[in-house]
């Protein structure tokens, strides 16, 4: 069962406009999320990040909104620019597990075209 | 700058062979993760390890072994490598404590299983 859900596989966008990426997550315990971005031939690069105590965390251009009732978060990016062309991951984790760690749980991705 | 390395960027094995795959951090970092990407399945966590000689498994181990015989260092084994386990393996690694600590990727390595 999939607990991170990104039901967007593609999303082509116009350079300049906004690129909203969607994640939906079914597991109620995850209470931090976070974005990664990917290049092809590269590994995933940590983007931004929110924790369930917020509803909006902002960095630049980049802006992630948290729904906690509906399981819901988004990725704003404004303006797009053909560099944000790549493929984005929502992750999700327990932040209670200090001491040890755990992996995050990924979504499958979200494959983003800025088009000029 | 956190650096995360793995041995190899492209790997080509037969059916049947041991694979190591290995992961090396400039950190320090207690943490360090081994996950696997598959189109149109994202990424799933393997196995990680939270202390030097301590592994835990991830949601998809079957297959799998792991190796952290010193901090800096996490490697993935393959006792007997098999076509379904031709994917991009990524390496991350991250500082201890809460789990929100970001996780570090380095630029994984392609496996190619024939």
């Known amino acids: 069962d999939q607990q991170v859900k990104q039901n967007s596989p593609s999303l082509s966008v116009q350079e300049g406009r906004i690129s909203i990426l969607n994640c939906d997550y079914t597991n109620s315990m995850f209470d931090y999320f976070l974005w990664y971005k990917k290049y092809p031939a ?5 983007l931004i990040s929110i924790s369930s105590i ?9 802006t992630v909104f948290l729904n906690k009732s509906a399981k819901h978060l988004s990725l704003h990016i404004v303006p797009s620019q053909p560099g944000d062309s790549a493929v984005y991951f929502c992750a999700a984790t327990l932040s209670y597990s200090g001491g040890g760690a755990d992996g995050l749980t990924f979504g499958k991705g979200t494959h983003l075209i800025i088009q000029p | ?6 041995s190899s960027r492209y790997l080509v094995k ?3 062979e041991k694979v190591f ?4 951090q400039d950190m320090d970092h207690e943490n360090m993760f081994w996950y696997r990407q598959d189109p149109g ?16 498994k991830g949601d998809i181990p079957e297959g799998y072994s792991v190796s952290r ?27 201890v404590g809460l789990s929100t600590d970001t996780q570090y990727f380095g630029p994984g390595t392609r496996l190619t299983v024939l």
């Open chain 2, 69 to 95: 015989e010193k901090k800096e260092r996490f490697s993935l084994i393959l006792e007997s490598a098999s076509t379904n386990q031709t994917s991009m393996y990524l390496c991350a690694s991250s500082q």
């Open chain 2, 21 to 24: 795959l290995e992961c090396v």
């Open chain 2, 14 to 16: 037969r059916t049947g």
């Open chain 2, 1 to 6: 700058d956190v650096k995360v390395t793995q």
């Open chain 1, 42 to 46: 590269e590994g995933p690069t940590f």
């Open chain 2, 41 to 56: 399945l994202g990424l799933r966590l393997i196995y990680f390890s939270y202390d030097v000689k301590m592994k835990e």
């Open chain 1, 54 to 62: 917020k509803d909006k965390n902002e960095d630049g251009r980049f």
